[in-house]
C-alpha cells in the first residue's frame, strides 16, 4: 500500500463510513441532544489537530456548539488541567495512542464529563478511555503521512453535526460527498505536470479561511512532512495582519477558495496578490474567477457546499504534495525523521 494508492481510497471510505457508522452517529447524536453539554472541549494532535480546526467551524456554525480546543500540556506536565464542567470532552486520534490526548478524557472522566473518542482503532486506549466511540473504519494505513484516515475524521465530525441537526436536506448533501471525492481525483494527472513547476521551491504560505482554515494547515503539514518545504498556514484574515509584507514578485501563496461565505474576501486578497504585489498563486477552488488568478489552477466539482469544501479540498492539497514530493527526488512512502505514530506527553 503507498501513499498515492491511499489517497484514491478516500471515495469508498467515505461511502463505507455513510453507510455503516451513520445509525451509531445517530445513537451518540441523541445522548449529547440529551446531555445538552455547555460546550464541547476538543483534544487532538497533528493531522487530527487540523480535523479539530473543522469541528471548531461546523459544530458551532450548524450545532450552535462553542468548541475549545484543549492544550493537553496542561493535563500532562503542567498537572493543572481546567475546569471542564458542562463539558462534552472529544478526543480525535487516529492510533488512539497518544498519551496527552488520553490524559484529556481520562481527567474528563474524572471530572465528571462524558467522553467522546473519534478513532481509528476503537480498541485503543483513547477507546477505553471513551463513553461513545465513532469508528472511521479507514483501515491500515501504511503511509507516513495521513489522508484517508484525516478526512474519515472529517467524514465523522460532518455526521454528527448533521445527526445533531436531524435536517435530511444536510444528509443529502452529505450523501453525495463520496462522489465529489471520486470527481477531485481526475485532478491526478494534471497535477503530476504542474507540480513540476515548483520543484525548487522552499517556502510558501498557505491561506484559507473559515470552514478551510483547517484545509490551509492540513495542506501545510503535507508539504512539510512529506516535500520539506516551509510551508506556513493562515487564514486569510491573519494574513493580512502583517504576513503578507514578506510577498514579493513570485512569492508563491497556495490558497484554498471555493464559494461560500468568505469567498468574497478571499478573491479580493487573491486579487491584491496577484494584480499589485505579483505572488505566485496556486489555488484550489470551484470558481472561475479565482482559478483564472492562478497561475496553477485546481478546480473542484462544482456545487459542493461550503460545509463540505474542506473534505474535497484537501484532497487535490494531497495530490499536489504527492507529486511535488516525487519531483523534488523524494520519497513520499518514507519521509525523514517522522514515523506513523507519534506519542507524546
Known sequence: MTLHTEIFEQPHIMRDLLDRQMDNVRRIAEVIQSLAPGY??????????????????????????PVALAAPSLFTMYSQPPS????????????????DIISVLKEGHRQGCRCLAITNAPDSALGQAADYIIDIQAGTETAVAATK?????????????????????????????????AQALELDASLAGSSERYRFMSHCAVIGRGYNYATAFEWSLKLKELAYIVAEPYSTADFLHG???MVERGFPVLAVAPAGMVYKDVLSLLRRLRGELLAELVVISDQEEALNLAQTPMPLPRGIPEWLSPLIGIIAGQMFAYHLTRARGLDPDQPRTIHKVTETR
Not at 480525535?92 to 497518544?98: E, F, K, L, N, Y
Not at 484525516?150 to 435530511?168: F, G, N, P, S
Open 84 to 99: 471542564l464542567r458542562e463539558a462534552l470532552v472529544v478526543g480525535i486520534s487516529q492510533s488512539g495512542q497518544s498519551p
Open 149 to 181: 484516515t484525516y478526512t474519515a475524521e472529517l467524514m465523522a465530525i460532518a455526521m454528527l453535526a448533521v445527526a445533531l441537526r436531524k435536517d435530511d436536506t444536510l444528509f443529502g448533501e452529505l450523501n453525495r460527498t463520496p462522489d465529489w471525492a
Open 40 to 65: 464541547i472541549f476538543l483534544a487532538a494532535r497533528g493531522t487530527s489537530d487540523n480535523a479539530g480546526r473543522y469541528a471548531n467551524y461546523l459544530w458551532g456554525s450548524m450545532n450552535g456548539l
Open 243 to 245: 504576513p503578507v509584507a
